[in-house]
């Protein structure tokens, strides 16, 4: 899996160029539903709009793939892995 997701890393980049990655983004579950996630998105984006590069990031669950796209993520490839 770590290969996968490392040569899809590499692809976008020889595609799209230099980008920001979000490896890890989690909020714990009693501060859920406070905006904390988007927070930090926005965060994320905006350091990545200051520099001219593009975000990417893969989404683990459908909760976090609609909290992507409500910050202007779109979906690139879906792949389940088992």
């Known amino acids: 899996m770590l290969k996968y997701l490392g040569d899809k890393k590499t692809e976008f980049y020889q595609r799209r160029g230099p980008f920001e990655y979000v490896a890890f983004l989690a909020t714990r ?3 859920w539903g406070r905006g904390l996630g988007s927070r930090l998105l926005k965060h994320l984006t905006d350091r990545a709009d200051a520099g001219g590069r593009w975000a990417y990031l893969e989404a683990t669950n459908a909760d976090n793939a609609r909290l992507y796209a409500r910050h202007g ?9 088992t």
């Not at 993520?73 to 892995?81: A, G, N, P």
């Open 29 to 31: 579950p009693e501060h």
């Open 73 to 81: 993520f779109r979906e690139i490839e879906t792949k389940s892995l």
